[in-house]
């Protein structure tokens, strides 16, 4: 398998994409040849950019949606419901095969999560399964105000028990000017959690190419 990272997150709408796009970028302003992968897309009738097309753009690749993305869904929904209301089930061998036809094709694969980590791809296949079957180190995102020590420590804690490598932890978006909570967060989930927690600040979305580097140790 090729090099990469798997990023998940602490829930939905904690930053997994702007972290995924950030990593992604980083990696294509060094030279690299960057393949993003995100098994399903749920939420394609919502307005706003999906995630695979701010992944291609941030990496700068052709990847086609579907080689992004190869199971596509317009609920805003678990994976596992969307699937079974379009009459279908989602197959880990499909999606084993996808990210790893992606990964031939580049340097680096950076995959994007869906949810948190026990979230349902199929009903008996969850996204930590599939994080386990591509061998991949994750990098967990999260929000860095009130609540987000324990959905961390959690989220790390599932990951450990599973057998999977914690890279680092991203609090974002990380505000200019930390209060008292955000920076005792920070420090509290790297004393507790034994991880690297980094941050990322207000990206502007639109302009990949002025994004600040976010390197992983
Ligand atoms: N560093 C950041 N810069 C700009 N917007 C951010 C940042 N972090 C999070 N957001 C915003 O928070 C929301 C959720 O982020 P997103 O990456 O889509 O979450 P997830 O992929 O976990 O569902 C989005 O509106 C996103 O634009
Ligand atoms: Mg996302």
Redesign the pocket.
């Known amino acids: 398998m090729t090099a990469g990272v798997f990023v998940t ?1 602490t829930g ?8 995924a796009a950030a990593i992604a970028r980083t990696l294509a302003g060094d030279g690299r040849r960057v393949a993003v992968f995100k098994p399903t897309v749920t939420g394609l009738e919502d307005p706003g950019e999906p ?1 695979h097309r701010l992944l291609r753009r941030a990496a700068s690749s052709e990847q086609a949606n579907g080689e992004i993305a190869p199971y596509r869904y317009g609920p805003p929904m678990s994976p596992h419901l969307a699937a079974a209301l379009a009459g279908e089930e989602i197959q880990p061998d499909r999606l084993l095969t996808a990210a790893r036809e992606a990964a031939a094709g580049a340097d680096i694969l950076v995959c ?1 999560g869906v949810g948190g980590l026990l979230v349902p791809l199929s009903p008996d296949y969850l996204v930590r399964d599939l994080a386990l079957d591509l061998g991949l180190p994750l990098v967990v ?1 999260a929000s860095p105000g009130l609540g987000t020590i324990n959905h961390t420590l959690l989220t790390i804690a599932v990951a450990r028990q599973a057998g999977l490598g914690v890279a680092a932890v991203v609090l ?3 505000p200019e000017r930390p209060d008292q909570i955000e920076a005792s967060n920070r420090a509290t989930i790297e004393a507790l959690g034994e991880v690297k927690v980094e941050t ?4 502007d ?1 639109s302009n990949p190419t002025a994004w600040p580097p976010l390197r992983l140790p």
């Not at 939905?12 to 972290?19: A, D, H, L, M």
């Not at 990322?200 to 990206?203: G, I, K, N, V, W």
Request: glycine fraction near 10%; charged fraction near 25%; charge should be negative.
């Open positions: 997150g939905t709408e904690v930053g997994k994409t702007v972290v995630d994007e995102a974002t978006p990380w990322l600040r207000h990206l979305l």
